[in-house]
């Protein structure tokens, strides 16, 4: 004789009911969902937020036999915890239907515990469906009361929101972020040291000198040459000469309108900058933009930054998160539930190339306080190995007075469009100002002279303003070579070696990183060559957790 006995024209709450009482019958939500890809089709009953019992009561059946599953009690009991009172569970019904040949009925020696294929989609699935029904059902909740006490006043509109205001909730909160998918960083939130730039920063809030020193002997790493001055804060930008006679179209016809705007508003201009479009009209370094370009060799390399800007990691930089700097070289970054390394040398190096292109001609000045000899620039490059200097080049002395003499004659033009200022006795007097806040490593200038001389191609139009920029942009970027090494100092050295390391992090995250929101197209190749590297995704890192 069974134990149970139901009628035989009695519906599924109806036995609920004679078994399990009317208390669960009273409180139950019909579930019922179905997916052809995973193949499989559940139905059934679930108690609503009304109910609670010290113990789970999950009844599953799969392809109508009683089975356990734990991954799904598991995965509907994480839905309810959000509902229901801390230790307290629901009553379950489920019904699923799956192809025989995705079920594993070997679990256990009873074959009471299965697995199935697709289980973890499968269990994706069934959670959000009980979700869902769970906000649908949220309208109404039951509470015990106690009764007022004598004397104590209530206002009858703060007893219970209106059910306008209900659903407007039920609403916007319908899709559950579940922990393993959760984002708990913002990339909109700002730190505090954003605005306390350290002490020894060249372009400090409160300094109105920067120092840039070129030394007799040859560039060392270890030693930041501090020697370049710039003028007061108001000179600070100065702009390139225009011409007089020099006529302005139109802004709109700098970027042609097939190209993306590369650089976005800040979120407290969007009502100004809807009204008139003025990003273009502003250089990368927050300076006004004198003069339209319309050289068509500016324009071709524009279009070819932009037709190779790669979508999704621009997306991804736009909204990154900064975790902090591995080295000079390398940083890490979070965008959602991943985080990425990035290589800072490469994306640094492309995001001043694309200035120099974007913003051609239009750049402020960076004076140097003392004027850097070309000549002995030059020299010093040649003694570095670096730079591949044989006896068959001929005599060092001799190569330095033709660099000199070469570069002289290009002063005009290097005035002109990049503001590298040459004066008549041979001396740098000047460099362009790319971004706010930020002077390149000097130490890399000795070099950068050399290879103007003998790497760009002087010759055709579009490869000068090329191979010119990308020079220029090499000797901007980040390089670990320039940095102070913090590895085992000194103790003469340690607290050099501490504000140097202050000085360059703080740059990277708040200055260059910064940068890489607003300006930088990514090209597609960086997905590929190693610059951008995935580390780790969330919900990967779950299900390792869930293993262990």
């Known amino acids: ?13 109806d036995n609920i009911r004679t078994i399990f009482g009317n208390a669960v019958s009273r409180e139950l939500i019909e579930v019922g969902c179905e997916d052809a890809n995973l193949a499989f089709k559940m139905k059934g009953y679930i108690t609503n937020a009304n109910y609670s019992v010290k113990k789970c009561i999950f009844l599953l059946f799969i392809n109508h036999r009683l089975v356990e599953s734990a991954a799904m009690r598991k995965a509907i009991e994480t839905v309810y915890a959000a509902y229901l009172p801390k230790s307290t569970h629901p009553f379950l019904y489920l ?16 074959k009471h515990e299965v697995h199935f294929l697709h289980e973890d989609s499968i269990l994706e699935r069934v959670q ?18 106690q009764t007022l006490l004598p004397g104590a006043d209530c206002s009858s509109n703060e007893v219970v929101k209106s059910a306008a205001n209900s659903s407007v909730v039920t609403k916007g909160s319908s899709d559950k972020v579940y922990a393993h998918q959760m984002v ?3 990339s909109r939130e700002q730190k505090l040291d954003a605005f306390l730039q350290p002490v020894n920063n060249p372009l400090s809030a409160g300094t109105t000198e920067v120092t840039a020193e070129v030394e007799a002997g040859p560039p060392k790493g270890a030693e930041r040459p501090q020697d370049a001055e710039m003028e007061e804060v108001s000179d600070l930008v100065e702009m390139v000469d225009v011409q007089d006679d020099a006529v302005q179209p139109e802004s709109g016809h700098l970027f042609p309108e097939t190209v993306p705007s590369r650089k976005r508003p800040r979120e407290d201009m969007d009502v100004e900058l809807e009204k008139d479009d003025t990003r273009q009209d502003m250089t990368a370094a927050c300076t006004p933009r004198r003069r339209i370009i319309n050289l068509t060799s500016v324009l071709t390399l524009q279009e070819e930054i932009s037709s190779q800007a790669h979508a999704k ?9 900064f975790v902090g700097c591995v080295s000079p070289q390398w940083a890490l970054a979070q965008y959602q539930t991943k985080l990425y390394l990035l290589n800072t040398t490469k994306l640094s190096q492309e995001l001043f190339y694309q200035i120099l292109i974007y913003d051609f001609a239009n750049f402020g000045v960076l004076r140097l306080s003392e004027p850097a000899p070309l000549y002995e620039l030059s020299m010093l490059a040649l003694e570095d190995p670096e730079s591949g200097w044989t006896e068959e080049d001929g005599p060092k002395e001799g190569l330095a007075e033709y660099i000199v003499e070469f570069l002289k004659k290009k002063s005009e033009m290097l005035k002109d469009y990049f503001s590298l200022e040459i004066d008549e006795e041979g001396n740098l007097t000047g460099l362009p100002l790319l971004i706010d806040n930020y002077i390149p490593p ?10 103007l001389a003998t790497e760009v191609n ?15 942009a090499m000797f901007y970027s980040i390089r670990k070579q320039y940095i102070i090494e913090e590895t085992n100092p000194t103790n003469s050295q340690s607290e050099e070696s501490e504000s140097g390391s202050t000085t360059w992090k703080w740059t990277v995250e708040h200055v260059l990183y910064k940068a890489f929101r607003t300006h930088l197209l990514p090209p ?7 610059n951008i590297l995935q580390l780790a995704n969330l919900p990967d890192l779950y299900k390792v957790f869930e293993r262990c």
Not at 313 to 321: G, K, R
């Open 95 to 110: 019904s699923l239907e799956i192809a025989p040949q995705n079920v594993d009925v070997n679990v256990h020696p009873t």
């Open 128 to 145: 959000q469906h009980v979700e869902s029904k769970l906000l649908g059902s949220n309208s109404s909740r039951m509470y015990f009361t």
């Open 524 to 530: 597609k190749h960086f997905a590929e060559d190693g």
């Open 313 to 321: 990691l621009q997306e991804m930089l736009h909204e990154h998160s």
């Open 458 to 472: 002087w010759d055709e139009e579009k490869e000068c303003f090329e191979s010119l920029s990308k020079e220029l």
């Open 442 to 451: 000097l130490e890399g200038l000795p070099m950068f002279v050399l290879r």
């Open 1 to 13: 004789m069974s134990d149970v006995r139901t009628l035989s024209n009695a519906s599924t709450v």
């Open 184 to 186: 708990r960083t913002d």
